[in-house]
């Protein structure tokens, strides 16, 4: 994504301005000697020159300002990879690579683009589509080169294909890989009428849409695997990656694609950062300092959305504790739901997190915001919803259906008890209009680590 945004000004520009100058200076010459009369040529090749200097003009303006144009391309491609996500939000289906094909078409100057698993074609749209249907065999040798290197490459020497119908001829085309775990499940692939148009833009939209694809597919496929140990951890990365979130982020960023183009860059970095990192944690136990930055990165998209001034964050750790492990996802989600659920309609959000001992073998992190709190009846369902510190109370329990933020802190104290026992929980405290406070005890004598 990032390339698209330091793109050179767009060739086409420049080529459709002349063809349009070019065409309208004959006809406005034409119409104005018709009206004026014979009598009037001097006046109608004033007329044609005029015009032919109002056109050259608007082809100089567009051909060099392009960043109007350059953060129009970025938008609508930041909002095809919003639809894309969504398309394959349930894995990578016939019907959802043909939905992914026929938005990138829209998007590319390619004649034809196609997505294949590692032996049939999944997708089809554009030029020989009829030969080329979903279910077919794949048909270039490049695509099976990408699939054994995993590496994107690219084709300028034309290739005769066996189609369903006749032999055709591709002159040239972009293969991508689609990978999860490190190894090539399909590719994504952009034909052209010739090698003059694989620019630096069309290798971008390549690499760019392949990796969206790769992770989406990479969550779906953590989703699947319910047998492993961890599927707790599954479960808190499927509530932590939701579409909206995503959809939200890259709109947010669309948007200062027209206002700011430099923050627009900064937060395509850190989504991308963000992103690598949530797949790359999930399921780990990894330093508490590691979530945190991953917090902070949520936090930089949220403050992009609402401003500055809404989201004013705090994060302390006490001394000794920095490598302390901890499962991945467990402090951003709680601060998720803050944002989500504590913010008031003006003013700022304070959001503080303290990471802290708690007597000799245990550890206590706390997230406390000064939002609209709740009232008492939703502490009591949050705390049925969640594995919380138990109580004697029997009127404190109600049904486990909470949906909304209860899944995801439910999902934050599965994995408190999964990883440090039963000694282990979460408490949540919380006043109306004054705030709420999370409380994460963590007993390091009941832990995964100490029976290693």
């Known amino acids: 994504m990032r390339e698209l945004l330091e793109d050179k000004p767009f060739s086409w520009t420049t080529t459709v301005a002349l063809a349009v100058a070019f065409q309208l200076v004959p006809i406005v010459y034409l119409v104005t000697t018709l009206i004026s009369g014979a009598d009037a040529w001097p006046f109608a090749t004033m ?25 129009a391309y970025t938008e609508a491609a930041l909002n095809t990879a919003s639809d894309t996500l969504e398309d394959v939000l349930h894995g990578l289906t016939p019907e959802a690579a043909q939905k992914v ?12 683009i196609a997505i294949t698993d590692t032996e049939r074609v999944l997708g089809y749209v554009g030029e020989y589509e009829a030969d080329f249907p979903p279910g077919s065999r794949i048909h270039t040798e490049a695509t099976r080169d990408v699939l054994r290197n995993g590496e994107m490459r690219s084709f300028t020497t034309s290739m005769r294909v066996h189609g369903a119908r006749d032999p055709r001829i591709i002159p040239a085309g972009i293969v991508g890989p689609l990978v999860v775990g490190g190894k090539p499940v399909g590719t994504l692939k952009f034909y052209f009428h010739s090698s003059r148009q694989l620019n630096r833009t069309q290798y971008a939209l390549v690499s760019g849409f392949a990796e969206l694809l790769s992770t989406q597919l990479a ?85 992009a959305r609402f401003g500055d001034d809404r989201i004013l964050d705090s994060f302390e750790i006490e001394p000794g504790l920095e490598d302390m492990q901890v499962p991945a996802f467990i402090i951003q989600p709680i601060v998720e739901n803050a944002v989500r659920h504590a913010m008031r309609d003006e003013g700022p959000l304070h959001i503080n997190v303290t990471v802290r001992a708690d007597g000799e073998d245990a550890a206590a992190i706390e997230i406390a915001d000064d939002g609209v709190g709740m009232e008492p009846e939703k502490v009591a369902a949050l705390f049925s919803a969640v594995a919380t510190e138990p109580s004697p109370d029997p009127s404190q329990q109600t049904a486990r259906g909470e949906k909304g933020a209860g899944v995801a802190l439910r999902n934050v104290a599965d994995r408190v008890r999964h990883f440090y026992g039963p000694t282990s929980y979460v408490k949540v405290l919380s006043e109306p209009n004054k705030g709420t406070t999370f409380v994460l005890r963590l007993d390091m004598r009941g832990s995964m680590l100490s029976q290693e």
């Not at 044609?48 to 144009?69: E, I, R, Y």
């Not at 094909?101 to 034809?112: F, G």
């Open 101 to 112: 094909c026929e938005r990138l078409l829209a998007e590319s100057s390619a004649m034809a």
């Open 219 to 303: 969550i779906h496929e953590l989703e699947r695997q319910t047998e492993l140990r961890a599927h707790a951890e599954i479960k808190a990365l499927q509530a932590q990656i939701n579409p909206h979130f995503l959809f939200n982020t890259l709109n947010t960023i669309a948007a200062f694609t027209r206002t700011d183009p430099l923050r627009a860059r900064e937060l395509l970095r850190e989504f991308s950062s963000f992103y690598r990192a949530t797949l790359e944690n999930s399921g780990a136990l990894i330093a508490v300092t590691r979530e945190i930055a991953q917090t902070k990165r949520y936090l930089t998209f949220e403050k």
């Open 47 to 71: 007329v044609a020159l005029l015009s032919c200097v109002g056109a050259t003009g608007l082809m100089l303006f567009f051909s060099l300002n392009p960043d109007q144009l350059r953060s």
